[in-house]
């Protein structure tokens, strides 16, 4: 049974979304940078994937010194990327298909170029004076407290303007909002507006826990006494950002079938709990929020198990979690593999995790065929992370390089110069090359997702493990009343034994090692390297 089509399917909770970074998705007109227009044009690709929604980076108007993450003005769209003619158009194609499109929305802090921060810096009573946050220094230029920036440096900057500093949580030329100003939730949330009504389906909101800071701008406590290493204790995760992002969830509410998707970040291994904190049942919280304890779990079977476990463990009564492997800021999953052997193998298996673990899946474009983190050269470089900090620290240009739809040297993704370099393994990994391969990654993502779409149980079932992992294979049920599915996810390059005493047999559905629609016996099995099944079990 299709369960689209039944009256519970809800987009954002049984469907899998897919990121899209615009830059480098498709290009339309030539000039290196993928656009709007791009994108249309790669819409029935993302059908025949079997995506229901795409997440869309950052497309508004902006200086672009963090890549579309500083924005100048919320209501207009960066011609660098189109017009406003061009995403209405995209929004009315992508429903077409049966796509649902989520805008980033950047809430923490704008450009230094926004009209609302240029009159707030104008003068210390400026009616938007309140709307950044500004305050005295300890003396004069001295910053007003310890707080440092995750991309390094003091968070203050001094204005010699007005006499006093405004805080920059990232780059100096993103001043942060104060969303404790009593007028300027309800005028962001205008801007939040301005989008619903023209039909865009929901928002991921960037940096979300990071939006309120302490009311008496405490010092954050260092770790082991050294002042550029801080636990943000002051700045993140404030009570008052968990009620903000309650707030977002009423006004979406307030249009039919949208949702929020929040970014909780935290550093190494992740923070499970602090997530689960800002998910709730209607009102209390957003939609969705991502936990990023996947990305940074080694390869190791009970590793995840570990992070799976605990994900599901904080989840509130009625809190629903979605689940990631790649971002356009930590680097491509393929790529985190240890030693870089079995890669394809163990994306198999990474996959198919993914997309059968309770909750939403989100893919990273390029993910579904093995794109892998490019080197990029010194003079290449245009995040400014990476410039600020080679050869130390690269940059995340690594993982933003240009979609590979085709072997041709600009791989199909633009008639003239590529604004990033292409992976030079463009021609053994292009999106043509693995359609026809049955074998491919593409089609393993593809016939995995036309599975869940297919099952009750892999898109809302409950998540019961088998095994831990600590014999280097996680299996696990996804189960409803009427449906028990048994996934086995083999870690390891070994062989290793399975027995599942309860259930004589299942029919596998889907498998890396085995034909599907045949029976398998759960006595005494033996799992192959790398292997990824997943059965109906026969009760």
């Known amino acids: 049974m299709n369960m689209k089509t039944g009256e519970s399917w809800i987009w954002w909770k049984h469907g899998v979304i897919y990121h899209i970074y615009p830059w480098s998705f498709q290009d339309s ?57 061009d995403f209405l158009e995209l929004i009315d194609k992508a429903h077409e298909q049966g ?62 303007t007005t006499g006093q500093h405004y805080l ?112 709730a049942k209607g009102k209390e919280g957003i939609h969705l929020a991502f936990d990023f304890s996947l990305i940074f779990s080694i390869w190791n079977a009970h590793s995840y198990f570990k992070c799976i476990n605990t994900w599901y ?18 680097f491509r999953s393929i790529d985190r593999f240890p030693l870089r052997t079995n890669r394809e193998e163990k994306a198999k298996v990474a996959s198919t995790m993914l997309l059968t673990l309770k909750g939403t899946p989100f893919l990273y474009y390029g993910e579904e065929i093995g794109m892998h983190n490019t080197r990029i050269p010194k003079r290449q470089i245009r995040d400014p992370l990476g410039k600020r900090y080679w050869p130390v620290f690269t940059g995340r240009d690594k993982a933003r390089t240009p979609m590979q739809w085709t072997k041709e040297p600009n791989a199909g993704f633009t008639t003239g110069i590529p604004w990033l370099p292409l992976n030079r393994d463009i021609r053994s990994r292009s999106v043509r090359q693995q359609e026809g391969d ?7 993502y593809r016939n995995l997702i036309k599975l869940r779409k297919t099952s009750e149980a892999l898109q809302r079932g409950s998540w019961n493990p088998v095994t831990n992992g600590q014999q280097g294979i996680l299996t696990y049920f996804r189960n409803t009343d009427d449906e028990r599915i048994l996934v086995i996810l083999n870690f390891t390059g070994r062989y290793k034994s399975f027995s599942l005493h309860e259930h004589t047999y299942g029919k596998i559905l889907f498998s890396t090692h085995r034909n599907t629609e045949e029976f398998m016996y759960f006595q005494n099995m033996q799992i192959g390297p790398y292997e990824a099944t997943v059965c109906l079990v026969s009760e």
């Open 168 to 279: 920059h949580s990232f780059f100096e030329e993103q001043p942060d909002l104060n969303w404790r100003d009593a007028e300027l939730p309800g005028v962001f949330f205008d801007e939040m507006k301005f989008w619903l009504d023209l039909g865009v389906d929901g928002f991921r909101l960037d940096v979300i826990n990071m939006i309120a800071k302490d009311k008496k701008f405490r010092d954050n406590p260092l770790v082991l006494g050294i002042p550029a290493f801080q636990k943000h204790l002051y700045t993140r995760n404030r009570k008052r950002s968990i009620a903000i992002a309650a707030m977002i969830r009423q006004l979406t509410d307030s249009y039919e079938n949208r949702t929020t998707i929040g970014e909780i970040y935290a550093p190494p291994p992740g923070d499970a709990k602090t997530a689960a904190r800002y998910l």
């Open 313 to 330: 463990k904080n989840l509130p009564d009625g809190g629903w979690p979605c689940n990631v492997l790649s971002n356009h800021d930590l």
């Open 29 to 85: 007109n030539g000039d290196g940078i993928g656009d709007i227009r791009g994108i249309i044009s790669r819409l029935g690709y993302l059908k025949a994937l079997g995506i229901d929604g795409i997440w869309i980076s950052p497309m508004y108007k902006s200086p672009m010194v963090d890549f579309g993450y500083d924005v100048s003005n919320y209501r207009e769209i960066d011609p660098v990327f189109g017009t406003m003619e």
């Open 99 to 160: 796509i649902r499109v989520i805008l980033d929305m950047i809430l923490n802090h704008t450009s230094d170029q926004h009209p609302w921060f240029i009159e707030s810096a104008s003068s210390r009573d400026n009616p938007k004076r309140n709307w950044y946050i500004w305050k005295d220094g300890k003396k004069k230029e001295r910053p007003p407290n310890n707080w440092k920036s995750p991309v390094g440096g003091n968070a203050w900057r001094y204005d010699a």
């Open 438 to 444: 049955p074998a491919s990654l593409l089609n393993h």
